[in-house]
């Protein structure tokens, strides 16, 4: 879909110069993806509010093990 809009350019040329990214349409296609992923991220965490959760971390991380975690024998 072909749209004209007015960009700032002094924030697109700092846009694409962090990116890498060569044309003003890459650049707004990069930005909306990332719009796009990080309200989804966002909507995913707000979703998960107040579901609570019971455990003790302390005992978590001492009962880590690499090779348990990873299938690996005797820590190889």
């Known amino acids: 879909m072909r749209t004209n809009i007015e960009l700032d ?10 990116s890498g990214l060569s044309t003003k349409k890459a650049m707004v296609q990069c930005a909306l993806q990332e719009y796009v992923r990080i309200r989804r991220q966002r909507d995913a965490i ?15 991380r001492n009962d880590w093990s690499p090779s348990v975690d990873w299938g690996l024998e005797d820590g190889k």
Do not use: H, N, P, V
């Open 9 to 18: 350019d002094t924030l697109i040329a700092e846009a694409m110069e962090i």
């Open 46 to 60: 707000d979703a998960l509010s107040g579901m609570g959760w019971e455990g003790d971390l302390d005992e978590m």
